[in-house]
Protein backbone atom coordinates (compact mmCIF):
# COMPACT_ATOMS: atom_id res chain seq x y z
CA UNK A 1 0.00 0.00 0.00
CA UNK A 2 1.35 3.32 -0.60
CA UNK A 3 1.87 6.15 1.78
CA UNK A 4 2.52 9.99 0.91
CA UNK A 5 3.01 11.94 4.21
CA UNK A 6 4.08 15.43 4.38
CA UNK A 7 5.30 17.32 6.95
CA UNK A 8 7.47 20.82 8.06
CA UNK A 9 4.43 22.59 8.17
CA UNK A 10 2.97 25.46 10.53
CA UNK A 11 2.06 29.25 11.09
CA UNK A 12 5.11 31.59 10.45
CA UNK A 13 5.02 35.28 9.76
CA UNK A 14 5.69 36.81 6.16
CA UNK A 15 9.35 36.79 4.94
CA UNK A 16 9.74 33.55 6.71
CA UNK A 17 10.90 30.64 5.43
CA UNK A 18 9.85 26.79 6.22
CA UNK A 19 10.65 23.66 4.56
CA UNK A 20 8.21 21.10 4.00
CA UNK A 21 9.30 17.17 3.29
CA UNK A 22 7.26 14.39 2.39
CA UNK A 23 8.01 11.06 3.15
CA UNK A 24 6.78 7.69 0.95
CA UNK A 25 6.04 4.08 1.59
CA UNK A 26 5.10 1.09 -0.20
CA UNK A 27 6.30 2.62 -3.54
CA UNK A 28 9.59 3.76 -4.76
CA UNK A 29 9.66 7.70 -5.72
CA UNK A 30 12.75 6.84 -7.73
CA UNK A 31 9.72 6.12 -10.66
CA UNK A 32 7.98 8.77 -10.86
CA UNK A 33 8.68 12.49 -11.34
CA UNK A 34 7.00 14.48 -8.39
CA UNK A 35 5.44 17.75 -7.61
CA UNK A 36 3.73 19.69 -4.71
CA UNK A 37 0.46 21.59 -4.97
CA UNK A 38 -1.89 23.85 -2.71
CA UNK A 39 -4.80 24.25 -1.67
CA UNK A 40 -5.93 27.90 -0.14
CA UNK A 41 -9.54 28.21 1.63
CA UNK A 42 -12.49 28.60 -1.25
CA UNK A 43 -10.11 27.90 -3.81
CA UNK A 44 -8.59 25.44 -6.61
CA UNK A 45 -5.91 23.13 -6.45
CA UNK A 46 -2.69 25.55 -7.58
CA UNK A 47 0.50 23.85 -9.22
CA UNK A 48 3.67 24.69 -7.25
CA UNK A 49 6.53 22.68 -8.34
CA UNK A 50 7.38 19.68 -9.68
CA UNK A 51 11.18 17.34 -10.38
CA UNK A 52 12.04 15.23 -13.06
CA UNK A 53 12.68 11.27 -11.63
CA UNK A 54 16.48 11.64 -11.37
CA UNK A 55 16.03 15.69 -10.17
CA UNK A 56 18.05 17.15 -13.00
CA UNK A 57 15.23 19.56 -13.99
CA UNK A 58 12.26 21.40 -12.13
CA UNK A 59 9.57 23.82 -12.63
CA UNK A 60 7.74 25.92 -10.77
CA UNK A 61 4.48 28.03 -10.76
CA UNK A 62 4.91 31.62 -11.87
CA UNK A 63 3.94 32.91 -8.50
CA UNK A 64 6.65 30.65 -6.42
CA UNK A 65 9.56 30.88 -8.90
CA UNK A 66 12.64 32.50 -7.53
CA UNK A 67 11.45 31.60 -3.39
CA UNK A 68 10.55 27.53 -3.62
CA UNK A 69 13.29 25.23 -4.21
CA UNK A 70 11.96 21.32 -4.98
CA UNK A 71 14.25 18.77 -4.51
CA UNK A 72 14.13 14.99 -4.36
CA UNK A 73 16.67 11.93 -2.76
CA UNK A 74 15.96 9.26 -4.08
CA UNK A 75 17.82 7.21 -1.36
CA UNK A 76 15.69 8.47 0.71
CA UNK A 77 12.64 8.09 -0.94
CA UNK A 78 11.74 11.63 0.09
CA UNK A 79 10.97 14.88 -1.82
CA UNK A 80 11.27 18.33 -0.14
CA UNK A 81 10.32 22.28 -1.01
CA UNK A 82 12.31 24.80 0.25
CA UNK A 83 9.85 27.58 0.58
CA UNK A 84 12.04 31.34 1.79
CA UNK A 85 10.10 34.64 1.46
CA UNK A 86 6.57 33.28 2.49
CA UNK A 87 3.78 35.68 1.73
CA UNK A 88 0.32 35.78 3.16
CA UNK A 89 -0.68 34.14 -0.30
CA UNK A 90 1.40 31.13 0.06
CA UNK A 91 -1.31 30.14 2.84
CA UNK A 92 -2.85 26.29 1.82
CA UNK A 93 -2.79 23.09 2.71
CA UNK A 94 0.06 22.30 0.86
CA UNK A 95 0.21 18.23 -0.78
CA UNK A 96 2.90 16.12 -2.36
CA UNK A 97 2.24 13.76 -5.63
CA UNK A 98 4.35 11.17 -7.41
CA UNK A 99 3.79 10.83 -11.39
CA UNK A 100 4.64 7.81 -12.95
CA UNK A 101 2.77 8.51 -16.38
CA UNK A 102 4.42 11.44 -17.59
CA UNK A 103 7.60 10.92 -19.68
CA UNK A 104 10.05 14.49 -17.99
CA UNK A 105 7.61 16.26 -15.33
CA UNK A 106 3.87 17.43 -15.44
CA UNK A 107 2.27 20.54 -13.68
CA UNK A 108 -1.28 18.89 -14.17
CA UNK A 109 -3.17 17.52 -11.70
CA UNK A 110 -4.94 14.70 -12.98
CA UNK A 111 -1.64 13.11 -14.07
CA UNK A 112 -0.40 12.32 -10.67
CA UNK A 113 -1.25 9.05 -9.31
CA UNK A 114 -0.83 9.26 -5.64
CA UNK A 115 -1.26 12.04 -2.92
CA UNK A 116 -0.08 12.71 0.47
CA UNK A 117 -2.88 13.88 2.84
CA UNK A 118 -1.98 17.35 3.04
CA UNK A 119 0.45 19.50 5.37
CA UNK A 120 -1.35 23.30 6.40
CA UNK A 121 0.91 26.49 6.10
CA UNK A 122 -0.03 29.49 7.59
CA UNK A 123 1.69 33.08 6.98
CA UNK A 124 0.87 36.01 9.14
CA UNK A 125 1.05 39.12 7.51
Known amino acids: QVHLVEFGGGLVQAGASLRLSCAAS????????LGWFRQAPGKEYEFVAT????????SYADSVKGRFTISRDNDQNTVSLQMNSLKAEDTAVYYC??????????????????WGQGTQVTVSS
Open 26 to 33: GVMLSRYA
Open 97 to 114: AADRMSAVYSDRLNEYEY
Open 51 to 58: ITRNGDMT
